[in-house]
């Protein structure tokens, strides 16, 4: 059974600094690897998918990386902003289609 | 806006009592999926379709649980005789195949 992790649960940064979230997931046979944000009560903004072929994908400030054989995917955000203050949310695709997620990271960004 | 809308947003009803929410997902994205998400949780899957076809369906969808997707367009999702246990967001996301996009959940609160 797929299991998906997330470290830290959360994590508070003063504005300006990059930092690093990170996801594991225990079957390294995945589709893909979504990142997602999440505001507080809202639903899930899509900010980057790696396909299992695929090192890393990069948007903007963001630059996640996908290590299938460890099991392992890490989301850097440069210079963050109190705008970035969000919950992170990692997911890896089986072969049904739906999504698995993790608990997510809550990023605090102080200015 | 062109993206997921889920109806409604938010509701409010006392246990024993059926409720229905609605998910119109992207145009032309054949697959719609449906999640639940519980306070400090990641999601977790609920059931798939593939245009009209329901495809696969979680464990967590008891018989109480329903779910339809009438010519492959929009999505009902039906709890019948709620109970506390199902407060939770309710998360509709659809794709035709890679990326998912989600909507912005519907709230639901049973008292």
């Known amino acids: 059974k797929q299991e998906v992790t997330q470290i830290p649960a959360a994590l508070s940064v003063p504005e300006g600094e990059n930092l690093v979230l990170n996801c594991s997931f225990t079957d390294s046979a995945i589709y893909n690897l979504q990142w997602f944000r999440q505001d507080p009560g809202k639903g899930l903004t899509s900010l980057l998918l790696?396909?299992?072929?695929?090192r890393e994908q990069t948007s903007g400030r963001l630059n996640a990386s996908l290590d299938k054989s460890s099991g392992r995917s890490t989301l850097y955000i440069a210079a963050s902003q109190p705008g970035d203050s969000a919950t992170y949310l990692c997911a890896v695709r089986g072969s049904q289609g739906n999504l698995i997620f993790g608990k997510g990271t809550k990023l605090s960004v102080k200015p | 806006d062109t993206g997921v809308s889920q109806d409604p947003r938010h509701k409010i009803t006392k246990r024993g009592q059926n409720v229905t929410f609605r998910c119109d997902p992207i145009?032309?994205?054949?697959?719609l999926y449906w999640y639940r998400q519980t306070l400090g949780q990641g999601p977790e899957f609920l059931t798939y379709f593939q245009n009209e076809a329901q495809l696969e369906k979680s464990r967590l969808l008891s018989d109480r649980f329903s779910a339809e997707r009438p010519k492959g367009s929009f999505s009902t999702l039906e709890i019948q005789r709620t109970e506390q246990g199902d407060s939770a967001m309710y998360l509709c996301?659809?794709?035709?195949?890679?990326?998912?996009?989600f909507g912005p959940g519907t709230r639901l609160t049973v008292t």
């Open positions: 996301a659809s794709s035709t195949g890679s990326e998912q996009y």
């Open positions: 790696i396909q299992s072929s695929q």
């Open positions: 145009s032309e994205h054949n697959r």
